[in-house]
């Protein structure tokens, strides 16, 4: 399997598409439940994780491996931020693979990225558990010199710092908002999943997580009302 420990840190932001919690923030905006319509090749997701599953199942290690590569980023990236630390992350996201290939034969063949997540996610809470505590720096990613957000190739300095305040101020403030709401928001503004497949992810109820989403935001909101101008930028 491959070594998850040393993702790219280019996935931090190259997994962030779609409407985030920044927005979420400034425009207090909602989105429709149905998010199929926000991931046209899911299908065709789903059909080639399906096929490497099975190919898994039947004793090809190469095609665990696939997986492994498909979704090392994507699970890295929502993990760094549920737990604030790198080191965490990466070992939830290694104890997520080896779970996940422990327990492959209870995949019911529906979204393999959903049922990741939901493993992952609950590695990281026990990370969250054993360590009980808050880095003094839970974002250092922006911190390394050797790793910038990507900008267009026209974008002038001025902009590109900019963007990097917002996203430090930003990633301040989900750090300060309760795990649970964290998770939450992460899930369903930035990775597009919908109310129902966050709480069958979660295992909570479909009111909790809308409730963790609205109570999240409202924190969200309060924590960086005097950044809304940068946020805006």
Not at 39 to 58: C, I, K, S
Not at 104 to 129: E, K, M
Request: charged content about 30%; overall charge negative.
């Amino acid at each position: 399997m491959e070594d998850t420990s040393r993702p790219s840190q280019a996935s931090l932001s190259q997994e962030a598409g779609g409407v985030g919690p920044k927005e979420a923030a400034a425009r207090g905006g909602h989105r429709s439940a149905d998010s199929g319509a926000r991931r046209p090749g899911d299908e065709l997701q789903h059909a080639r994780d399906r096929a490497l599953v099975e190919r898994a199942l039947a004793g090809e290690l190469e095609a665990f491996n696939e997986l492994v590569v498909h979704y090392q980023d994507y699970l890295f990236a929502l993990c760094v931020r549920v737990v604030n630390d790198r080191e965490a992350a990466a070992d939830a996201v290694q104890e997520a693979f080896f779970s996940a290939y422990r327990h492959l034969a209870r995949f019911r063949g529906d979204s393999f990225r959903s049922w990741l997540t939901r493993i992952a996610l609950n590695a990281a809470t026990d990370v969250l558990r054993l360590r009980k505590r808050r880095p003094s720096e839970p974002y250092p990613e922006w911190e390394d010199d050797a790793w910038q957000p990507p900008t267009g190739e026209d974008e002038s300095p001025e902009r590109q710092a900019l963007r990097r305040s917002a996203a430090e101020v930003l990633n301040h403030a989900l750090a300060q908002i309760t795990a649970d709401q964290r998770a939450a928001i992460l899930l369903y503004d930035i990775e597009g999943f919908d109310y129902q497949e966050i709480a069958d992810m979660t295992g909570v109820s479909l009111g909790t997580v809308k409730s963790r989403i609205h109570r999240g935001r409202l924190a969200l909101r309060e924590l960086l009302a005097g950044d809304m101008e940068l946020l805006r930028e």
